[in-house]
């Protein structure tokens, strides 16, 4: 079965800086989509970053209150994603989940099929 696996995520200062790697298994199909949303409790889930890659290309989505900040990458195999987080601040605190697809053709916008079960960030002044 698919599997997604969050890790990296724990407690930060801010301005401090934290990386979250996601791996993928199990997939029938090959992935070109990886991403990373956020949710606080009581709100509704927020996309992060997107990855979408194929023969020739690939393309980055980022949330405007994430640009310059934060950094996603992806290995080759489309199986793992990893979200760098830098110039952590309060309103960065949230449960982080990766997603994954064949493909994401509107970004994070997109209705991704594939969850993790999330990794929790949290950061204080």
């Known amino acids: 079965r698919v599997q997604l696996v969050e890790s990296g995520g724990g407690s930060e200062q801010v301005s401090g800086s934290l990386r979250l790697p996601c791996i993928g298994s199990g997939f029938k199909y090959s992935i070109s989509c990886m991403a990373w949303f956020r949710q606080v409790s009581g709100q509704e889930r927020e996309g992060v970053s997107a990855?979408?890659?194929?023969?020739?290309?690939?393309?980055?989505f980022y949330a405007d209150s994430v640009k310059g900040k934060f950094t996603i990458s992806k290995d080759k195999p489309n199986t793992t994603v990893f979200l760098k987080m830098n110039d952590l601040q309060v309103e960065d605190n949230a449960t982080y989940y990766c997603?994954?697809?064949?493909?994401?053709?509107?970004?994070?916008?997109?209705?991704?099929?594939?969850w993790g079960q999330g990794t929790k960030v949290t950061v204080s002044s």
């Open positions: 997603a994954a697809d064949r493909a994401c053709p509107y970004g994070l916008a997109y209705q991704f099929e594939y």
């Open positions: 990855f979408d890659s194929w023969p020739g290309g690939e393309s980055t």
